[in-house]
């Protein structure tokens, strides 16, 4: 599908008390879920933005989300270390499990593209891997000696790719639970020394299977971490040789950060970018190093997801709105 991401409008907004966190699709398009700041998951149904929020599932942020291939259930992972299963579209305010998971926060979730697992990744440095439909421990993932910021299954549902604060990323077969590859994204950490922080790391993962490759997205240039002064950055690996192909940049943006990155097709890759300098979609051809088309959203963004039809795209917000984006078809 050929797309014309200069054509970008928003078409929907709904607003929730607290800002977002985070935001996803469910399987079939139908509804928008979100997580925010004041514990709370919401469903918004796409076609009139009808709410329902759903409760007493966790104790603080919700900061991860991912669907079902089977529309049944939405999971969210908190800062409190809890995974909740929710039906869809019953009991809203009764989970159906909640479950200790990690120690810390829980920084993000996402489910396989068969429906059968689930991942989630946090600051005990662990990944977990969860039977979707019964919430069983599967595995446990322990390469990272960081905070795990971000994690994709691969779309033939046979490893996960995760990556930490430290721009370690990795590919773990799920079979064994072995390291099968590894990817030096350390571009995306920055260590400063007069603030004494470490900051960064792989905040968003998305796999191109047609093109062979791995984008992993997050910040650089961060002279000044605590004064949000960093710049948005995209790191492009080889699939098969685990080597660096190139570096997508969005010159002109001083203070922001890709947090999530999704392929609309083999040649067009999106990120949501999102800080001091407001909220954008870039785009990028993966030949080139410089974005082809920026949009600018009304608010500093957190999250996005691609719905099934491929041209529609939702944001998560500081000032606490979903906000939907759509792309026009070239013709």
């Not at 004041?38 to 709410?51: C, K, P």
């Not at 002109?252 to 999530?260: D, H, L, R, T, Y």
Request: aromatic share 8%; net charge neutral; hydrophobic share 35%.
């Amino acid at each position: 599908m050929s797309l014309d991401p200069s054509q970008a409008h928003v078409i929907a907004q709904w607003k929730h008390d607290a800002p977002l966190n985070v935001c996803r699709f469910g399987s079939e398009g139908k509804f928008v879920f979100s997580g925010s700041e004041d514990n709370l998951v919401e469903r918004f149904t796409v076609s009139d933005g009808t709410r329902i929020l759903l409760k007493n599932g966790h104790d603080t942020w919700v900061r991860g989300l991912a669907t079902t291939t089977d529309g049944n259930h939405v999971i969210s992972g908190g800062s409190d270390g809890k995974l909740t299963w929710w039906k869809t579209e019953s009991d809203p305010e009764k989970p159906v499990r909640s479950i200790k998971a990690h120690q810390g926060w829980i920084r993000c979730v996402d489910s396989s593209d068969d429906g059968k697992l689930i991942a989630s990744g946090g600051n005990d440095h662990l990944v977990k891997i969860w039977n979707a439909g019964n919430g069983q421990l599967l595995h446990t993932i322990q390469s990272h000696s960081r905070h795990v910021y971000g994690l994709t299954f691969h779309p033939d549902n046979k490893s996960i790719f995760t990556g930490d604060l430290m721009g370690r990323l990795i590919q773990t077969e799920l079979k064994n639970n072995q390291e099968i590859a590894s990817f030096d994204a350390k571009d995306l950490h920055t260590y400063h020394a007069g603030q004494q922080t470490d900051f960064g790391g792989v905040r968003g993962i998305a796999i191109n299977t047609e093109q062979n490759l791995v984008a992993a997205g997050g910040t650089y240039k961060a002279t000044n971490p605590f004064g949000a002064v960093h710049e948005p950055l995209v790191l492009l690996f080889d699939l098969e040789s685990g080597k660096l192909k190139k570096k997508l940049i969005a010159p002109g943006i001083k203070k922001g950060v890709i947090w999530q990155v999704a392929w609309l097709n083999e040649q067009t890759l999106c990120g949501v970018c999102g800080g001091g300098d407001g909220g954008f979609l870039i785009f990028w051809n993966p030949q080139t190093e410089k974005d082809f088309h920026r949009f600018k959203l009304p608010n500093i963004a957190r999250d996005m997801d691609v719905h099934p039809d491929g041209i529609r795209i939702v944001t998560a917000h500081h000032d606490g709105h979903v906000r939907i984006t759509k792309l026009a078809k070239k013709t």
